[in-house]
């Protein structure tokens, strides 16, 4: 499988490192990548790009792979803040679309950056289209009240596999102290 740096017009170029992490019973592997994406510069008071390790999925029928999105929402969508997916922990072993699971990065201004654990359904592209054609649904933060309902101290740092019915593993903290996961689907836990 190649592992290879996505192309992106008006970005710096860097040497590449990439590490798969989980792969799936069609060979669609994901992981991690360098890539370069826009932050906040707090000192030049503007976006600049940075080379940063990006989520990202290698289809079993490409050589480029796709590269995952960030966190939207109010929680992200304020001046000086931006998310990137930075790890692809686990995929689901199902037909498509795919569940990919990991962790998103979110650097703000004032508070440095930090990580809380993503969800994502990705399409594959069709045979014989480029990587791009790939169609990534949006990216959520397990962490909202809308996904996941969260005893009070608790955070979902990040997400590391998921399975065929949308159970989730992962590492998070509660009350500051680190702790294993179990994320079940709300309509498993309201049954």
């Given at each position: 499988?190649?592992?290879?740096?996505?192309?992106?017009?008006?970005?710096?170029?860097?040497?590449?490192?990439s590490?798969?992490?989980?792969?799936?019973?069609?060979?669609n592997?994901?992981?991690?990548?360098?890539?370069?994406?826009k932050?906040?510069?707090?000192?030049?008071?503007k976006?600049?790009w940075?080379n940063?390790?990006?989520?990202?999925?290698?289809?079993a029928?490409?050589?480029?792979p796709?590269?995952?999105g960030g966190?939207?929402?109010?929680?992200?969508?304020?001046?000086?803040?931006?998310?990137y997916?930075s790890?692809?922990?686990?995929i689901?072993?199902?037909?498509?679309?795919v569940?990919?699971?990991?962790?998103?990065?979110i650097?703000?201004?004032?508070?440095?950056?930090?990580?809380?654990?993503?969800?994502q359904?990705?399409?594959?592209?069709?045979?014989?289209?480029?990587?791009?054609?790939?169609?990534?649904?949006?990216?959520?933060?397990?962490n909202?009240a809308?996904?996941?309902?969260?005893?009070?101290?608790?955070?979902?740092v990040?997400?590391?596999?998921v399975n065929?019915?949308?159970?989730?593993?992962?590492?998070?903290?509660?009350n500051?102290?680190?702790?294993?996961?179990l994320?079940a689907?709300?309509?498993?836990?309201?049954?």
């Amino acid at each position: 499988m190649a592992c290879c740096r996505p192309q992106h017009q008006s970005a710096p170029r860097k040497t590449v490192h990439s590490r798969a992490n989980a792969i799936d019973s069609a060979n669609n592997a994901v992981g991690w990548s360098d890539a370069s994406v826009k932050v906040w510069n707090s000192t030049l008071n503007k976006w600049v790009w940075v080379n940063r390790d990006r989520a990202v999925v290698w289809w079993a029928n490409q050589t480029q792979p796709t590269v995952l999105g960030g966190l939207y929402g109010p929680a992200v969508l304020w001046p000086g803040h931006a998310s990137y997916a930075s790890m692809a922990y686990g995929i689901s072993q199902r037909a498509e679309p795919v569940v990919v699971v990991g962790a998103s990065s979110i650097s703000s201004q004032s508070a440095g950056g930090f990580l809380r654990a993503f969800w994502q359904r990705v399409q594959a592209p069709p045979i014989g289209y480029p990587s791009e054609y790939a169609k990534p649904e949006e990216m959520f933060n397990l962490n909202d009240a809308h996904l996941s309902w969260l005893p009070a101290g608790w955070i979902l740092v990040t997400a590391e596999d998921v399975n065929v019915c949308d159970y989730i593993v992962g590492t998070g903290s509660c009350n500051g102290v680190a702790q294993p996961f179990l994320l079940a689907p709300q309509a498993a836990v309201l049954q």
